[in-house]
């Protein structure tokens, strides 16, 4: 994200026109200033504004989410990234955000999580140890292996 005291700064600069008021160079001055002022708009909106969290980013990044409904121990924003189930915390608990805002940099390191992708595969199981078991159900990825990093889910029917 562009530093917004630079645009501010490349803003007054652009609104300063010395010189001769020449069609031309009036046209190329104004073009330079609207330039500016939509790189100031794009950046101040990416500011920290709380915005819906389904725009959040899809990716393994973190975001600062609004967790609504937490107990009074617990704030309502939080650190949130991405996970199989939704969001999860930084502990790794399942969170349900209603908005959310970037976080400056230097960004927590990503999670490394990343979308299923691939094919579903149903095994049937069974183990003296969980007699419910009928069932295992993985992901193949499609390189053909097994995608190592969801493990795989125990299912009791198909």
Not at 13 to 35: I, K, N, Q, S
Not at 57 to 68: F, K, M, Q, S
């Amino acid at each position: 994200m562009t530093d917004l005291l630079d645009i501010a700064a490349r803003l007054e600069a652009a609104m300063t026109f010395e010189g001769p008021a020449t069609t031309p160079r009036l046209a190329v001055a104004m073009d330079h200033l609207m330039d500016v002022a939509k790189e100031a708009v794009e950046a101040m909106q990416w500011a920290a504004v709380p915005r819906p969290i389904q725009n959040a980013p899809d990716n393994d990044g973190w975001v600062l989410a609004y967790i609504p409904g937490r107990s009074e121990k617990l704030p309502p924003w939080a650190l949130a990234t991405r996970c199989d189930g939704g969001w999860c915390d930084e502990e790794g608990y399942g969170v349900d955000p209603t908005m959310w805002v970037p976080l400056p940099d230097p960004q927590p390191a990503p999670t490394g999580w990343r979308k299923a992708e691939g094919t579903i595969r149903i095994i049937k199981a069974w183990s003296e140890q969980i007699p419910w078991l009928s069932h295992l159900v993985e992901i193949i990825k499609p390189d053909g292996d097994v995608d190592s990093s969801r493990e795989p889910d125990m299912a009791s029917t198909i």
